[in-house]
């Protein structure tokens, strides 16, 4: 559990748990306390270790991208997808959620945590827009509360699903409806210059 230690250790890669010293600094070598294994309880460790894997494999390989907070509002998971998308590393685990920028941006998460603990619901913003320099992406996101065993808050998990695909075909298909509208009443509009033309055409053949 080096990331409890974070000011002397870099975390090189989380899914196989492995860290780097940092160098420098002539403080106390750190003085890991003895395990005290029964019989089995290696296996037991390696049954763990393993759950504790494929539970991060699953987590990556969802088609979201994730993160949860704990009801400390400190991050304590981030998946794969989740770092990409939002510049996130594994650094930010045990870092308060507030400090990030995904906390307000593209929408102000803190307030939604704090009502959906309160009101113990799932919340969802739908078409969430965040600029990224000339491009622009837009996400429905889901605010889960999640209750522990004792019946009280422990974390919130938000997702993210990006909808930017989805949101630019509506956009256009939107577009392309007001076109045709307009094209529509521009043609209405011709007939009826045509039906009046004609009628004063039949007006002056009948004069002369």
């Known amino acids: 559990m080096l990331l409890n230690d974070a000011d002397r250790f870099d975390v090189i890669s989380m899914r196989q748990r492995i860290f780097r010293r940092r160098p420098g600094g002539s403080t106390t070598p750190y003085q890991p306390a003895p395990l005290k294994l029964r019989p089995g309880g290696l296996g037991e460790m390696q049954s763990v270790a393993r759950n504790r894997q494929l539970r991060d494999l699953i987590l990556d390989a969802s088609p979201g991208a994730a993160l949860a907070v704990d009801a400390e509002g400190l991050v304590v998971l981030i998946n794969n997808l989740a770092r990409g998308q939002f510049g996130l590393t594994a650094n930010d685990i045990g870092r308060p959620f507030r400090d990030l920028e995904i906390s307000y941006r593209p929408v102000e998460l803190r307030s939604l945590i704090d009502q959906a603990t309160h009101e113990r619901r799932t919340l969802r913003v739908n078409g969430a827009e965040r600029r990224v320099g000339e491009d622009v992406q837009f996400f429905d996101i889901l605010v889960q509360p999640l209750v522990g065993s004792s019946g009280l808050p422990a974390a919130t998990s ?51």
């Not at 011709?190 to 053949?205: D, G, K, M, V």
């Open 158 to 208: 938000i997702t993210f699903t990006d909808v930017t695909v989805a949101t630019q075909l509506k956009a256009e298909v939107k577009r392309v409806r007001e076109d045709l509208e307009t094209a529509y009443e521009e043609l209405q509009s011709t007939n009826e210059e045509l039906e009046t033309a004609n009628e004063e055409l039949q007006s002056s053949i009948e004069e002369l």
